[in-house]
């Protein structure tokens, strides 16, 4: 069985990391979204099962593409998924989207990989002036 259904693993994920991003409470992304904060800790805990409207809202909110959620579950068919994200989305966005499309890695790997990328990419992409003002404090 090859249907489309929400991972709601990973749309927990990319709401709580750009909340977590912002300082944002859940009630902030409430207000910005439309979906209820109640709502949102279910996905973000993974217990929740958002319907279209409140998936639409949230990947527009992310600004990320709808089928970066949409999928197979593991173990459902192992055709190879094609990777799809925006231009615009960070490259950490879109590692992390090749990471979990790569067949030989399990999602908790693919997890610790993209997490791991996440942190170099932050230390290692800031400006020369900005990592010499950091290392002197």
Known sequence: MNSKLVNTEELGRA??????????SLRDVADATGVSASTLSRIENGTGKPDADNIARLTTWLDVPMERIMGSRPG???????????????????VEAHLRADRNLTAETASALSELFRVAYAQFSRTEPERTARKRR
């Open 15 to 24: 709401v709580r990391r750009k909340r977590e991003q912002l300082s944002a």
């Open 76 to 94: 459902e068919g192992e055709d190879a998924k094609a990777v799809v994200y925006f231009p615009r989305e960070s490259t950490p966005e879109i």
